[in-house]
Structure formats: structure tokens, C-alpha cells
């Protein structure tokens, strides 16, 4: 028994060794050598119409735009989809991904995680209640109330402010925050400006928008801090197709205007 | 009315996410049950370092949250190995699961009386030799209910890896509802999906509880 005990306990050790080693092969995407003509990039897939499924296949603008580029820097797409939105920024400085083409908000705080792109859209927070609602004409109504919230997105410190932290609701897809604002769970809802009128239009959703942007965020491309070679020639890629009317015929495919605002 | 829509629309989707679950569970499954007898072993021998091992692994592993235990495996260790969202869920569910099933298989092997030793040893048997043809065989017999509970258990559980981005039944039912403006009928779709695998895996489990204990097969005539 001694000697079957000691076996096994090598064997336990090594063959935990042998899993640890043998799954390594397994790892997909990730690598940030230019070499292997891959561009890795992740995003939510329920950020409608930025990404979002369609028929089994994650698609819309972001997705559109990541193509475009990986296009235009030689190198073959591979998307990583869906990926929780709040475990996106994680998983690029893991080296999971080559860029995040995901609708970020490009924020001081997140500047010390990551590098950004010059912005790819621009839009802004906006307010939404269900159809009806009197008591709620601008930012200025919403101390006191409900507010529903993405989790991780840049509106929740700008919500917090406006309503105090204990009348959060966070979320982790903006079109359930949406849908529950119609069944009262929340007064209000901050959310995309583009993503909220979309939502509205195409689900029937009794819900409207109130006042104007809370302020002008701009999105960009997230890449690791310090790959300023894959930064450069994304923002190269980006000029390029702004400048050619490719970017202004992606825009028109999901939202029929260009959403660049410049 | 919206429910059907919802099955209809999101059929091959949710069949697709099935067989993504269905690999997720059976690979770390199979990798509980090696861990676990493993460490049953261990803690089963008079080897000290062994013990105190097998005691240390069921500890972390029962007493983490799976959802710790995902989140170390695809980000916490991504400095020292690169696991694939795949993997990283499968080895986490497998960790997990694997110090239950060392609880289970240890219960089941110390459960069989210690007569059955002693006499096997009386035969001229070897210890080892006792505990393959006499211990073993009667412990895993007893260790099949509660296996089979447990293994549901990481069927369900197998939902979390959806938060690593593995395209999975939960995962799919995320994407779908952000696209479908229907949360509720496609989670209840998706839950649906999970209850039809529990139950036909119950009726596997049931079977081979039957095959494996003769006197039930008798009463099942």
C-alpha cells in the first residue's frame, strides 16, 4: 500500500504536469506576433448593432470595421466572440487578443490598462424611460431614481453621480437594462444613444429618449499598452478608410448616417 | 407564442451550443473521475505528504467558488501558460468537480467492510490485489448514485465557462436574447435545453445502477 500510495502520488503530480503542458497547444488567439498573419479581436456579441448574433453568426459594425482593418494590414481576421464585455480589457492584457473592437469608451482610466486608437465613432450617453414617463424631462429628475446601467461601461461613475451609487442597477447586456425599464424594475436607463434608438426601433420596445447626450464619448480600438507597431497601423487602416468612403459605407449599412461625428 | 418563435428561430444555435456543452462536460467529467480516484487514493494511504496533499486539493476546490476557480485558470495564470477559453473552463469544471469526486470515491471505498480486506488478506492477497479485485469493484458500484448526482451537478455548473466566452448553451442564450429583445422566453428556451440533457442523463445513470447491482436486476425483471 505504501508503494501504491507513492506511486500515485507521482503520478498525480506528473499528471498534472503533462495537462498543464499538453493544453497549452490548445490556446487560440492571443499572439501578438505580427508574424503569424493573425488579427485576434474580441467583442461582446450583445452590444447591438455594434456585434451582435444574427442567425448563429456574431456580426454588425464593429465586426464590419475589424474586418476592414485586418484587411487592410495584411493579416487574416479571427474574431473572439461573444466574450463577456467586462472581461474584454482583462483578456487583451492576458494576451487573449490582438485588439478589442468592442465599443470602448476611450477613458482616462482605461488609458493606464490599455493603448487606444484615435476614435473610431463617436455617440454619447443618453437617457431613456418608458414611454409615458412625466416626471423625467433631463439629467437633473434622476437624483433618487433607479437608473439601470451597463456593468464596466464608462456610463456607470457618470450614473452614480446623477442618481448616488445605492439606486444602481447594473447589467450585463444594455438590451436587458432596456427591456427591464418597461417592466418598472428601473425608472431610467443610460445607455448608448445609437444602441437605445436601435433597440427601440426594431423591438417595439415603449420606450424614449430624453434630452440630449449627457456628453460626447469617443470609442476606440483597444490594443496592449505598448504595441504602438499593431497602434500605428490601425489608425493608419482607420484613416484610410474614412478617407476612401469605406468607413461612411459601413456606417450606412447598420445605422443609414456616418456615426464618425468630425 | 414568442416561446415557439424563440425554439424555432434559435434552433440550430442552441443544437450547436448543445454539443459545445455537452464536450465541455464530458472532457472535465472524465478528468474528475481520474482526479478524484487519485486523490481518494491518496487520502486513503498512510503516505503523510499524500494525505496532506489530497486534503489541501479537496479544500481549495470545494471551498473556492467555481467561478474563482474559472477566472484564475483563463486570467490569473495567463502570465505563465496561455489556456484556450476551452480549456481553461474544462480544467476548471475538472478541478472543481474532481475534489467532490474524490470525496465520493474515498466515502465509497471506506464504506465497504473492512471484513472484505481482512478476508481477501486471510486468501493470501496482496493489498493491492484485495483492493482491485474485492474493495474497488463493491466501492464503485456504491459510488454510482452519488456520481451521477454530481456529474449533473457539472453538467449545470459547465454554464459559468459561458463568462470566459466559450460558446456554450448559457453563452448562447446570452448573445440570442441581446439580439432577440426576448431575455425571458430564450433563457427559459435554453433552460429547457439543460433539463432535457439532466433528465436523459438521470436515465443513463439509472441503467447503469441497475447492470451494476444484481439484485436490483432481479427486481427490474
Known sequence: ?262 | MAFVTVIQEHFWGFLKATGMTLQLTAVSLVLAVVIGLIFAFLKISDNRAGILIANGYIGITRGFPLIVQLMFLYFGISEIILLSSFWAGSLALAFHAGGYVAEIFRGAIQNVDRGQTEAARSLGMSRGKAMRLIILPQAFRRAIPPLGNQFIIGLKDSSLVAYLGVPDLYSNAMTAAAANYQPFETYLVAGMYYLVLVVIFTRVVNKLETRLTPHRQEAAR
Open chain 1, 1 to 262: 500500500m505504501k508503494r501504491l500510495s507513492r506511486i500515485l502520488l507521482f503520478s498525480a503530480l506528473a499528471g498534472m504536469m503533462a495537462l498543464a503542458v499538453g493544453c497549452g497547444d490548445g490556446a487560440t488567439g492571443g499572439n501578438t506576433d505580427a508574424e503569424d498573419e493573425e488579427f485576434a479581436f474580441a467583442n461582446s456579441g450583445a452590444y447591438k448593432p455594434f456585434s451582435f448574433d444574427e442567425g448563429g453568426a456574431i456580426v454588425g459594425f464593429d465586426v464590419d470595421i475589424a474586418n476592414e482593418i485586418a484587411e487592410r494590414i495584411g493579416r487574416t481576421p479571427v474574431m473572439n466572440s461573444p466574450v463577456p464585455f467586462d472581461t474584454l480589457i482583462q483578456g487583451l492584457k492576458a494576451g487573449k487578443y490582438d485588439a478589442l473592437v468592442a465599443s470602448h469608451g476611450i477613458t482616462a482610466e482605461r488609458e493606464e490598462q490599455v493603448d487606444f486608437t484615435r476614435p473610431y465613432y463617436r455617440s454619447g450617453p443618453q437617457i431613456f424611460v418608458q414611454t409615458g414617463t412625466t416626471d423625467i424631462a433631463g439629467p437633473d429628475d434622476l437624483d433618487g431614481k433607479k437608473l439601470g446601467v451597463l456593468k464596466a461601461s464608462t456610463y456607470l461613475d457618470l450614473a452614480a453621480t446623477l442618481t448616488g451609487e445605492g439606486n444602481l442597477v447594473t447589467y450585463d447586456s444594455d438590451v436587458v437594462a432596456l427591456q427591464d425599464l418597461t417592466t418598472g424594475r428601473v425608472d431610467a436607463v443610460i445607455t448608448d444613444k445609437l444602441v437605445g434608438l436601435v433597440a427601440r426601433n426594431e423591438s417595439g420596445l415603449e420606450i424614449e429618449a430624453v434630452g440630449d447626450v449627457l456628453m460626447a464619448d469617443e470609442m476606440g480600438i483597444a490594443v496592449q499598452e505598448g504595441n504602438s507597431e499593431l497602434l500605428a497601423e490601425i489608425n493608419q487602416a482607420l484613416e484610410d478608410m474614412i478617407a476612401d468612403g469605406t468607413y461612411e459605407e459601413i456606417s450606412m449599412r447598420w445605422f443609414d448616417e456616418s456615426i464618425l461625428g468630425e
